[in-house]
């Protein structure tokens, strides 16, 4: 029907959780269903845009012990969240080699919101999927949520995946 | 990949421009970005679970300088109501029939809101799509929209899909 393929963008983000690696469990959940519900097995119809945004703030947690000294300290911290983000970003990519469907992955940092809204437009994907840990009213309030944001000002149609019950974690605000 | 088909619902309605036949913009517009972008050329893999929700008042609106004196009046009426209602319905099936799609379609009467989740926790589709007027804040106020009570509400995921500004008829809260 359409020759172009339905480019579907899915924005990505590492897990909170101590030792799980690499990609959110809200993530994974949203790129999993949308390729076992809307690409299924038409591979040639679609093409992945996978982003992911770093948070620096957020990303320099871990160093909140460290004692920089000299500027190779940051290089090497910049290095490892260079690292990071690929190790993320390769998840992805593998999963859609393996299944046979084209992707894009690709890195930015910045305010997740912000530079998912910019990159929609930049980009003009025909769907966003963004995953989301399903949250309720309070827990909202502190944690704030980007997939609201998006569904509230993206320029393309977007899908909100929420996280399963069975799939929270202790701490319903880890991911 | 799956076995199932995917089971998109789609919530359509009447158009309230006088002259515009049946189906009222944004819903053809969400519907027919499901087919484009979602289901492109996959016709085997997805379901359209078409659902009308007759909102009894408002289809009395045209009655409102009638007059009733015999309980044939009523039922009159409630015949035009229903063969509205197909005439609506009509036109999805017969599209997914020209495509080759395998549709159901069924009309019920209530708040479209209420219906709609109803509907949902019944049948339990993979997704539902509906279609938005894309208003503003503040034209929002006065006449609510079902598309934002969805996507809190709906126990599936829910793709908003806004009319485009160009399809717009001279005032915005037409459809």
Redesign the interface.
């Known amino acids: 029907?359409?020759e172009q393929p339905?480019r579907l963008m899915v924005a990505v983000n590492e897990s909170t959780l101590k030792g799980y690696p690499h990609a959110s469990i809200s993530c994974r959940g949203a790129f999993e269903?949308a390729?076992?519900?809307?690409?299924?097995?038409?591979v040639a119809?679609f093409k992945l845009l996978v982003l992911h945004v770093q948070v620096p703030d957020e990303d320099g947690f871990d160093d909140m012990d460290s004692i920089y000294a000299s500027p190779e300290d940051f290089r090497s911290m910049k290095n490892r969240d260079r690292i990071r983000g690929l190790h993320l970003l390769e998840f992805f990519v593998n999963r859609c080699y393996e299944?046979g469907v084209a992707c894009e992955a690709w890195i930015k940092k910045g305010d997740p919101k912000e530079v998912i809204l910019h990159e929609i437009r930049r980009v003009q994907p025909?769907?966003l999927v963004v995953g989301s840990r399903g949250l309720g009213p309070f827990q909202r309030v502190f944690v704030g949520t980007v997939s609201e944001f998006c569904?509230k000002h993206a320029e393309c149609?977007?899908?909100?995946?929420?996280r399963r019950p069975e799939e929270t974690p202790q701490d319903p605000v880890d991911d």
């Open positions: 029907m359409a339905t269903w390729l076992k519900k809307i690409v299924r097995d038409n119809g299944i025909d769907l569904l149609p977007v899908i909100v995946i929420k």
